[in-house]
């Protein structure tokens, strides 16, 4: 996070979409889901402040199975029923 106000993890939901697939929603670091997020920074509180970040990880599950895939990820405060933050990416 680079810039707002302190978020708390409860309202935190990030998705992930592989190639176009159906969404599908990361744990909040209890490697719950398909995938989960590590949360780096102030990891001694429960909150997302500016200076945190995440790297988001599969959770037993191959996500991408063709060798390079697109990964769009939705940042939403579910409290708030705002999306935060879309972004695309390429991992091979």
């Given at each position: ?63 991408c199975t063709s060798g390079s895939c697109v990964i769009k990820v ?19």
């Amino acid at each position: 996070m680079s810039q707002g106000g302190d978020l708390n993890w409860a309202s935190v939901s990030v998705k992930i979409s592989v190639d176009n697939g159906a969404p599908v929603t990361c744990s909040n670091g209890d490697a719950s889901g398909n995938c989960d997020l590590v949360e780096f920074g102030n990891t001694g509180d429960q909150f997302w402040s500016v200076g945190d970040g995440v790297t988001i990880v599969e959770s037993g599950q191959d996500l991408c199975t063709s060798g390079s895939c697109v990964i769009k990820v939705t940042i939403t405060d579910t409290r708030e029923g705002k999306t935060l933050d879309e972004s695309t990416a390429i991992a091979e």
